[in-house]
């Protein structure tokens, strides 16, 4: 056997050798260079924009429901302090401005003495920014209210169902300027859907509305949920008559 060995075997030495930390580099560079495919650079494009379009609509959504969850809090502050000013009153809600001329403030003025904290009136997804309050009362609540003047549901005690009956709810878009809703010239009759969504704002919150009720419980509703509500014989909802009332003899 010769010193050198044979070339095979030279061959094999060399291939079982560890490779340098310069070759191991100069792989490295040459994969950098080369550069990525405009497939991989497709797909990282894609992938970005996927992830930040999720990331952009989680936030959304969190930012939503966190307004949702504060117009919920509003109305059960209202709803507390509705609860006081009855108690302190004969167990009779707060009115509108109608009643002024017998002395008496609207809600808007008269309840923040019957809470320790600053009352706020507003949604803060109330889409008209410049108006004072999103929340109305059901005048089928208010004393003698305009369209049914003989009535007064406006106690407590007078009210089947009072967790049943909405106290609250959030103005539409287009109904401005009013301290109170709307429905008492229904009184006896069916409240059409579409005149109660001309009056509430039925989908602001994801679909649905935030409501109090006149024990002073809060609750969203879908609108799917309220209409079908509506839509149910002798319903209290709004009503506190359950629509048992001949308008003509009232």
Same mark, same amino acid.
């Given at each position: 056997?010769?010193?050198?060995? =044979?070339?095979?075997? #030279?061959?094999? +030495?060399?291939?079982?050798?560890? !490779?340098?930390?310069?070759?191991? *580099?100069? &792989?490295?560079?040459?994969?950098?260079?080369?550069?990525?495919?405009?497939?991989?650079?497709?797909?990282?494009?894609?992938?970005?924009?996927?992830?930040?379009?999720?990331?952009?609509?989680?936030?959304?959504?969190?930012?939503?429901?966190?307004?949702?969850?504060?117009?919920?809090?509003?109305?059960?502050?209202?709803?507390?302090?509705?609860?006081?000013?009855?108690?302190?009153?004969?167990?009779?809600?707060?009115?509108?401005?109608?009643?002024?001329?017998?002395?008496?403030?609207?809600?808007?003025?008269?309840?923040?003495?019957?809470?320790?904290? =600053?009352?706020?009136? #507003?949604?803060? +997804?109330?889409?008209?920014?410049? !108006?004072?309050?999103?929340?109305? *009362?059901? &005048?089928?609540?208010?004393?003698?209210?305009?369209?049914?003047?003989?009535?007064?549901?406006?106690?407590?005690?007078?009210?089947?169902?009072?967790?049943?009956?909405?106290?609250?709810?959030?103005?539409?878009?287009?109904?401005?300027?009013?301290?109170?809703?709307?429905?008492?010239?229904?009184?006896?009759?069916?409240?059409?859907?579409?005149?109660?969504?001309?009056?509430?704002?039925?989908?602001?919150?994801?679909?649905?509305?935030?409501?109090?009720?006149?024990?002073?419980?809060?609750?969203?509703?879908?609108?799917?949920?309220?209409?079908?509500?509506?839509?149910?014989? #002798?319903?209290?909802?709004?009503?506190?008559?359950?629509?048992?009332?001949?308008?003509?003899?009232?």
């Amino acid at each position: 056997m010769t010193r050198g060995g =044979t070339a095979h075997d #030279r061959s094999a +030495c060399q291939k079982s050798r560890p !490779r340098s930390r310069v070759a191991v *580099i100069e &792989d490295y560079m040459k994969r950098i260079n080369n550069g990525f495919t405009l497939v991989e650079v497709l797909v990282v494009i894609v992938v970005i924009a996927t992830l930040a379009t999720i990331s952009s609509v989680g936030w959304r959504n969190m930012i939503d429901r966190g307004k949702a969850t504060k117009c919920l809090t509003n109305l059960r502050t209202i709803g507390l302090a509705s609860m006081a000013y009855a108690a302190d009153h004969d167990m009779t809600l707060p009115v509108t401005v109608h009643q002024r001329k017998q002395g008496l403030q609207s809600w808007t003025l008269s309840l923040q003495e019957y809470t320790t904290t =600053t009352l706020s009136f #507003r949604c803060p +997804c109330d889409e008209v920014k410049d !108006r004072q309050f999103t929340y109305c *009362i059901n &005048d089928f609540l208010t004393p003698n209210p305009a369209g049914a003047a003989l009535l007064n549901f406006s106690r407590l005690s007078r009210l089947s169902s009072p967790a049943r009956t909405i106290m609250f709810a959030e103005a539409s878009k287009g109904y401005l300027n009013a301290d109170h809703f709307h429905f008492a010239n229904y009184v006896g009759l069916d409240i059409p859907s579409d005149l109660f969504a001309d009056q509430v704002a039925v989908e602001r919150h994801s679909g649905g509305a935030n409501y109090l009720f006149a024990d002073g419980h809060v609750e969203n509703l879908s609108w799917k949920a309220v209409k079908e509500i509506l839509s149910t014989p #002798r319903n209290v909802f709004v009503d506190p008559t359950g629509n048992t009332i001949d308008p003509q003899n009232q």
